[in-house]
């Protein structure tokens, strides 16, 4: 208590943002989208790139003296896996870290700061007839800094890519309070940093040894999914012609390898005028029949929701569906989504689409118009309402929500989620990316309940055990965080779990940055820090999305 007193009048002093310990504050940012929660000793709104290098600089002084005081970003804690979480300093980002700095239509790029709301940046470009593809379902709420942290992706990833392949530089206050940018470099301003005294210098020359003597055991974490957010991305870092870019490193690694600061991003045309198709299939076969020749004619989405969820709905809330689909409700219902621009693209692939979709069933409407689009997405979103709704002291919990498995494993991990649901007594409902098979499922739980507390551990580790044996990944796009983090050594195996511990060392040689997130999180870390009762209040002004 008097180390933090210190560090607060010190911050004070050297600050131009807000320094608090109030409790109350710190209560509200103990929790975030996840199941665990976890009081940070202090928070921080940070004005200037300089009040974050100062944090960090700080912090790496305290820890050479043997004073732990660890330092996490966080967005608008919308996150489910837990990495907005902090025992230590919470630096808080929407408050002032949220300008658009620059727009450059003709390049069709953009410079912002990381605690940008998603949803006012995504509306600005739009007037620009621009837009940034892989937007979460959190949309409204959540941040672009948050996006970049976690690689976030959503229903337009299937043709679109997720985050990192839309960011393509960055400025990072690394652990000593060093700011850096990213950006490719070619192998002779490699070479420069390499040469460089500092701590940046160290980085490079550390990485690039660790990559270059491991080449082989990190292309070998590459996983036949359409998209995985697990572990660290070594692959993309050195490219076969000796250039070198950290940003897809810091994509994705959830604060735990310097502090983001700024953000420069790669924009795509936007197109308004879209086509909607809704198909309802009576088996899960039927649907895997069909996904793949969808997928040829690369749609904008390939969502999914099943009929668990839609008799949920009408169970809960009978008029949301309402003019939308009829029961009996189809074993799953398919929306595919075209955005090409050119004249006449769209209304041929739907042609093709109509085609194929007629192989398996007659129950399906194609719109273009803008108000029934936004009416028949309803359909997709509504699984909002499984996550909204309690059931008594039963909430719905993010515990098992970001599986991903190769693309023709599709029907047999949604039989295996039914299975896995029936053994445990649980009431199943799956939504999601079917163009992806990355689906996302929460399981009706008591926190409050002992027998429910262990469940929750039993449900994850079979249900991660099942999509690993397909070979797919724990994370598609919500991230390790606290609660995937323990299970990367089976996601990549031992070796190269070893090579994550190691990158995280190069970057964070004080343990600093983002504790018991990602890197050497144990089972006993989750026990301590699962919340007794689950709720998304600090989320309360919107009601989420999934």
Not at 237 to 245: A, Q, R
Not at 390 to 403: F, Y
Not at 456 to 473: A, H, I, Q, R, T
Request: charged share 25%; glycine share 8%.
């Amino acid at each position: 208590v008097a180390l933090m007193s210190k560090v607060s009048s010190y911050l004070r002093q050297h600050l131009v943002g807000e320094v608090t310990e109030a409790k109350n504050v710190r209560e509200y940012f103990a929790t975030d989208g996840s199941v665990f929660k976890l009081e940070p000793q202090m928070v921080v709104y940070p004005r200037t790139t300089d009040d974050i290098r100062k944090v960090a600089r700080l912090s790496w002084q305290l820890a050479e003296k043997g004073k732990q005081l660890n330092i996490t970003a966080r967005g608008s804690g919308s996150d489910q896996a837990g990495a907005a979480l902090s025992d230590g300093l919470l630096l808080v980002f929407p408050a002032h870290f949220n300008k658009l700095l620059e727009l450059d239509v003709k390049k069709q790029t953009a410079r912002i700061q990381p605690g940008i709301n998603y949803r006012n940046f995504q509306d600005t470009i739009k007037t620009h007839g621009l837009f940034l593809p892989p937007y979460p379902s959190s949309i409204d709420f959540s941040t672009i800094g948050g996006a970049v942290a976690n690689n976030a992706a959503g229903e337009r990833t299937v043709k679109y890519g997720a985050t990192g392949e839309f960011v393509r530089g960055l400025k990072v206050v690394l652990g000593n309070g060093e700011l850096i940018e990213t950006k490719r470099l070619s192998k002779r301003e490699l070479n420069h940093k390499k040469g460089l005294s500092t701590f940046e210098g160290e980085i490079y020359r550390n990485l690039d040894g660790l990559i270059s003597d491991n080449w082989e055991l990190i292309q070998a974490m590459r996983k036949n999914v359409s998209k995985n957010s697990a572990g660290y991305n070594l692959v993309d870092i050195k490219h076969k012609n000796g250039s070198f870019d950290l940003t897809p490193l810091f994509v994705g690694s959830q604060g735990t390898l310097g502090i983001i600061s700024e953000i420069t991003l790669k924009l795509t045309p936007n197109n308004m005028k879209r086509t909607l198709l809704v198909a309802g299939c009576k088996t899960i076969d039927d649907a895997d029949k069909v996904i793949s020749d969808i997928l040829k004619l690369r749609p904008a989405a390939v969502e999914m929701v099943d009929k668990h969820l839609l008799d949920f709905i009408e169970q809960h809330n009978p008029n949301q569906l309402k003019g939308l689909l009829d029961e009996p409700f189809p074993e799953i219902v398919l929306l595919i989504e075209f955005d090409d621009i050119g004249r006449g693209i769209q209304s041929k692939k739907i042609k093709k689409l109509t085609k194929i979709i007629k192989r398996i069933t007659n129950d399906f409407q194609v719109t273009t118009d803008y108000d029934e689009r936004e009416e028949l997405w309803k359909i997709r979103h509504s699984a909002a309402a499984i996550i909204a709704q309690s059931q008594g002291t039963k909430k719905a919990l993010p515990i098992i929500e970001d599986g991903v498995v190769p693309v023709e494993k599709f029907p047999e991990f949604i039989s295996g989620i039914y299975e896995l649901f029936n053994k445990h007594g649980l009431q199943s409902a799956v939504w999601g990316h079917a163009g992806d098979a990355n689906l996302h499922i929460q399981p009706y739980l008591d926190l409050n309940e002992l027998g429910d507390r262990q469940k929750v551990f039993k449900v994850m580790d079979e249900y991660y055990e099942m999509v690993l044996k397909m070979g797919g990944s724990t994370a598609g796009e919500h991230n390790d965080g606290r609660l995937r983090a323990p299970y990367l050594p089976q996601v990549y195996g031992t070796e190269i779990y070893k090579l994550l511990e190691a990158v995280k060392k190069i970057f964070d040689p004080k343990n600093t940055l983002n504790v018991g997130v990602k890197i050497g999180v144990t089972r006993e870390d989750q026990v301590k820090l699962l919340r007794h009762e689950y709720n998304m209040d600090h989320l309360g002004h919107h009601l989420p999305r999934t």
